[in-house]
């Protein structure tokens, strides 16, 4: 199975926000990105506008529409507020990722505790659902909850990879990524695909594509810009692409 590669954009808006300048530009990005042959745009749009802002959004599903329709998908992710819920059913982006992310969080750090939250999730998912989204939600490697996940009415899973992350770096993720293996194989077995995204990066992605079953996709966003820095967009596209192959 191909694993496509979705470049999360939310670290150049932060680099352009610094600036009251407006560069650099997120839309110029994600065109070099699409163009160097990246599979999907991502952005976690937050209340705070720390990074993208609701005009990078409607901007970039413009670009995406305008130019790169049908070959490539946008991915919005963030908690599913009233706010955000707004601009994803006036964008409809072709994939939503629902995130139980604080306002004053730093990044995203846990997946969702569906026994808590499933009963508040489902009518939200459903009016995503048929209005022609995809949906996913953020969870952590608990095989278990893939049942529910699927019960929610969830169309994947985007599997929280900071743990297998840590434990790479230090050389001790072997145990680690069994329980990502058998939460894939459990969202599987459940009827739902399988993504996965934190801290994903050159070093540890071939490893964890080559383990897990059925990988669809891969969000990567801080990782990918500081290769970029360093590479260029092009460049850092392609090393990722072939860090998938």
């Not at 991915?75 to 306002?103: M, R």
């Not at 297998?164 to 459990?186: I, K, N, P, Q, S």
């Not at 934190?198 to 540890?204: A, G, M, Q, S």
Request: hydrophobic fraction near 45%.
């Amino acid at each position: 199975m191909k694993t496509k590669l979705s470049v999360n954009v939310n670290k150049i808006a932060l680099l352009r926000n610094q600036r009251d300048i407006g560069y650099p530009s997120v839309v110029e990005a994600a065109r070099r990105i699409i163009e160097a042959g990246a599979h999907g745009i991502t952005v976690h749009p937050r209340p705070d506008q720390r990074h993208i802002r609701p005009t990078d959004v409607t901007d970039l599903s413009r670009l995406i529409g305008d130019e790169f329709a049908g070959s490539v998908e946008f991915n919005i992710e963030g908690n599913p507020t009233e706010d955000l819920l707004a601009i994803v059913h006036e964008i409809e982006p072709d994939q939503v990722t629902l995130v139980p992310d604080d306002p004053d969080q730093r990044t995203s750090d846990h997946g969702w505790d569906l026994a808590r939250d499933g009963e508040r999730l489902t009518p939200i998912i459903e009016g995503l659902s048929a209005a022609g989204m995809r949906v996913s939600l953020f969870m952590d490697p608990d095989p278990e909850a893939m049942r529910l996940a699927a019960a929610s009415g969830a169309d994947r899973v985007e599997l929280y990879t900071e743990t297998y992350a840590t434990g790479f770096a230090v050389g001790d993720c072997e145990h680690v990524l069994a329980d990502f293996v058998a939460a894939a194989e459990a969202a599987i077995a459940n009827g739902l695909g399988v993504n996965a995204g934190h801290d994903l990066n050159l070093d540890n992605l071939p490893l964890f594509r080559r383990s897990v079953p059925e990988l669809a996709e891969v969000s990567i966003g801080h990782a990918f810009t500081a290769d970029a820095l360093k590479l260029g967009y092009h460049a850092a596209v392609a090393a990722y692409l072939a860090a998938l192959a």
